[in-house]
């Protein structure tokens, strides 16, 4: 039986949530098309120990492959290994994480390899006499639309918390495969330098349940670090609009929008952010958006789900008392 099959990339100390997300949206899909068997192939290096929590998470086979060439996984080396077993197992679904390797290098890599349809940022699905339409955002994120694949094997990227993973069940058994990997992969790209970049301060965006966004109306650079303040009270990660990060006030890596990242946090918190709608597209999926802008008329009110209209001068610094004394 043909079977579904999600893909993970761990690391020694931990399994990324977007990993378990893949499992919760692999056993939903299941269900609606008769059972099929989840498998899920799990990578890195050291990372043996973590395969049993896949299997509490809803996975029925993991296959394992544990590796030094994983330890920083290359494109092509995990492309080569994707590849390999896809073709080996045939599954009929591969459900993808949406991020920078697997969803921005792997992922369409993979799906022309194979000549199999891709769906890309998928926010849920639906079956209907057994075909799947993938949801998805088009026109900016100012519209959903439901999306099918032509063929036999159909691959799709999950967007980051679109899904909530499964409460583990310990009691839960399956199947646990370690598979070969050659020691080496033509790969057309070689590594000539590293450089790694400096520490940046704060969560990472992937992880934050909370993030504090910050846009041109913050006025500058030290604007940002009110914003920091906010977010180690609320432990919080920042973020920023595209004006913001072009003019230095954040990291490019924490650039939040279509270009940049795409996050869907419990909450979001926007300060001088206009909402345009590229910087929406990457945000409007939060559970709660909060919006702290001047402008009455800010598009971003229109999407907010709590408004605030005032200067972020005379807003932020009372909300950050008020949080240090709930928290005391």
């Known amino acids: 039986m043909a079977s579904i099959l999600t893909f993970c990339m761990g690391t020694r100390s931990s399994i990324p949530r977007s990993g378990l997300e893949l499992l919760a949206v692999a056993r939903s899909l299941s269900q609606q ?3 099929v068997p989840v498998q899920a192939l799990f990578l890195g290096l050291g990372v043996r120990e973590h395969a049993p929590a896949l299997i509490h998470h809803g996975a029925d086979q993991v296959l394992l492959a ?11 080396v995990v492309l080569g290994i994707t590849e390999e077993v896809v073709r080996q197992l045939a599954p009929r679904v591969v459900l993808l994480p949406h991020d920078e390797l697997f969803g921005g290098h792997v992922g369409p890599r993979l799906a022309y390899r194979l000549k199999a349809g891709i769906v890309t940022d998928c926010t849920g699905f639906a079956v209907q006499n057994g075909d799947i339409r993938w949801l998805r955002p088009v026109y900016g994120g100012k519209a959903m639309a439901y999306m099918c694949a032509r063929g036999l094997l159909q691959v799709a990227t999950i967007r980051s918390r679109a899904f909530e993973p499964l409460p583990a069940d310990a009691l839960r058994t399956g199947e ?8 080496a992969f033509s790969t057309s790209v070689t590594v000539v330098e590293r450089v790694e970049a400096a520490e940046e301060r704060g969560l990472s965006l992937d992880r934050a349940e909370i993030i504090v966004s910050g846009g041109r109306g913050m006025g500058s650079a030290e604007g940002f670090s009110i914003l920091h303040e906010l977010a180690r009270v609320l432990g919080a990660a920042v973020g920023g609009s595209r004006p913001a990060a072009d003019m230095g006030w954040v990291p490019h890596s924490h650039l939040v929008g279509q270009t940049g990242k795409i996050v869907a946090p419990k909450l979001y918190i926007a300060v001088g952010i206009s909402g345009a709608t590229q910087h929406m597209a990457g945000a ?3 559970k709660t958006i909060v919006a702290i802008n001047k402008d009455p008329d800010a598009p971003i009110f229109k999407l907010a789900h709590i408004g605030v209209v005032g200067e972020w001068e005379k807003v932020v610094p009372p909300l950050i008392r008020s949080f240090q004394e ?3």
């Open 326 to 328: 709930m928290r005391s």
């Open 66 to 76: 544990d590796h030094p060439c994983l330890e920083r996984p290359e494109d092509e």
């Open 33 to 35: 098309l008769g059972s």
């Open 176 to 183: 646990i495969q370690e598979i070969p990997i050659p020691e």
């Open 284 to 286: 409007g999926s939060s």
